[in-house]
């Protein structure tokens, strides 16, 4: 599905992505983890258009997208979810949603939405920016998935949030697996994380540097000490 191949990408003259290379299956979660700096976010940038790679592929269903615009992996199939919850305030959760519809012409499955999110349905007509942080960030995934995409990335989605509705969002993150999309999630709640990833992918400096199921990387020191305060997920 999601297929990335000696991805080089920074700023400027700033490298920040050397060589990396990894892979995300229809129906699967694979998670990236890494200390603050370790590239996550530029590599969802990337990605996603934000920034241009200078090497390497980015190749979706086997269409090479690496460099396009942002409007134009929406309309093939990848949306990206960024940190930070962004939500319109002062649009309707309803409006919010539809305008992730655009790249489908506005046609997005509102009902499949608030089947995952049911708590936005009675609060469809509330300004998006009386919502609590949970709640904005259920309307940023469900303005991703208005448009059906085949793959969604996502960015710290449990950032700031208490641990009942961090569950939630896990919880949904495993409903679209089990419907076909592939999922790639950077996110700092490692444990979270860990506990849905079907894979999981560690990331220094720029580089992929660990690979592997998390029953696997929790046997590592390493990871343990780096990521899990010492203890096993």
């Known amino acids: 599905m999601l297929a990335v191949r000696g991805l080089d990408a920074g700023y400027g003259k700033l490298a920040i992505l050397h060589d990396v290379s990894l892979d995300v ?8 983890v890494g ?15 934000i920034i241009r790679p200078t090497a390497g592929t980015v190749t979706l269903d086997g269409i090479d997208i ?27 959760v309803r ?3 539809n305008l ?11 009902a499949a939405v608030l089947e995952l999110f049911p708590r936005l349905e009675p609060r469809l007509g509330q300004a998006a920016g009386t919502l609590s942080g949970g709640e904005q960030q259920m309307v940023a995934i469900g303005r991703g998935l208005m448009a059906s995409p085949k ?13 009942k509705v961090v569950a939630e969002i896990m919880r949904v993150l495993t409903e679209l697996r089990s419907r076909g999309l592939a999922v790639l999630l ?22 992929v540097v660990l690979e592997g199921t ?9 990871v343990r000490n780096a990521y899990l305060g010492g203890a096993a997920a």
């Not at 299956?25 to 990236?32: F, M, N, P, Q």
């Not at 793959?151 to 641990?163: K, T, V, Y």
């Open 186 to 207: 950077v996110e700092q709640n490692v444990r979270a994380s860990f506990g849905i990833a079907d894979r999981a992918v560690v990331m220094q400096r720029g580089r």
């Open 95 to 97: 409006d919010n949603l």
């Open 35 to 49: 200390s603050n700096g370790a590239g996550k976010t530029t590599l969802l940038r990337a990605l996603n258009g």
């Open 151 to 163: 793959a969604i990335i996502l960015d710290e989605p449990s950032i700031g949030l208490a641990p």
């Open 66 to 92: 690496a460099g396009r615009a942002t409007e134009k992996m929406a309309a093939l199939g990848l949306m990206h979810v960024p940190e930070n919850r962004l939500c319109f305030p002062s649009l309707s």
């Open 25 to 32: 299956a229809a129906g699967e979660i694979v998670t990236v």
């Open 214 to 222: 998390p029953a696997e990387l929790v046997e590592l020191p390493e």
């Open 100 to 110: 992730g519809a655009w790249s489908r012409g506005g046609k997005g499955d509102l």
